[in-house]
């Protein structure tokens, strides 16, 4: 069940908390510009105490964890594939996959990577990719860096064919 006049009420994008089953999809979710909370150490009760605190839809594969009734607005995901999780997510939310709802954010840690210089990268990159890539961007959180070009093509064509549109846009490239 999802709620009406939750999380991401009134245009608002989304904001998510997904359970230790969920790891998976809460990654490709970030990638896409999704707010989405994951540890796969966190218990029910984190679980529940972060939906109802943050005002976060809990996304969640354990009827019982959804039916507990603590968190208002809970998503139950039946798919157990990455691909169907992926689309009845977005059916669900009525997001529409051409249109991120909001910047992409680190696939690791969900933080915003921010733009970077490509002097403040020297060694944390490969030196090819330092001297031919145009943007770069480096997560705060974990440090993760991310350029335009190849590795971030094939995840975006990834995600076009979990989401069954197969476009391939290319976006940026994730080191």
């Not at 970030?30 to 009760?45: C, K, Q, S, Y």
């Not at 964890?65 to 009845?88: C, F, I, K, T």
């Not at 996959?97 to 909001?102: E, I, L, Q, S, T």
């Amino acid at each position: 069940m999802v709620a009406s006049g939750g999380p991401g009420a009134g245009g608002a994008p989304p904001r998510l908390v997904a359970d230790a089953m969920l790891g998976r999809l809460a990654r490709w979710l970030r990638r896409f510009g999704l707010d989405v909370l994951w540890d796969p150490a966190w218990d029910d009760a984190v679980l529940e105490r972060l939906a109802v605190r943050e005002r976060r839809l809990l996304v969640t594969r354990d009827r019982a964890l959804a039916a507990h009734g603590v968190a208002r607005d809970v998503l139950l995901v039946s798919s157990e594939n990455l691909p169907g999780q992926v689309r009845e997510v977005f059916s669900r939310l009525a997001i529409d996959p051409a249109r991120p709802p909001g910047p992409r954010r680190c696939a690791r840690c969900n933080d915003v990577p921010v733009p970077a210089k490509p002097e403040e990268l020297a060694g944390r990159v490969p030196p090819y990719v330092l001297r031919t890539a145009r943007r770069f961007s480096a997560c705060p959180g974990c440090g993760r860096v991310y350029w335009q070009g190849g590795q971030e093509d094939r995840a975006r064509e990834v995600l076009d064919s979990l989401l069954g549109n197969g476009d391939g846009r290319p976006e940026n490239r994730e080191g």
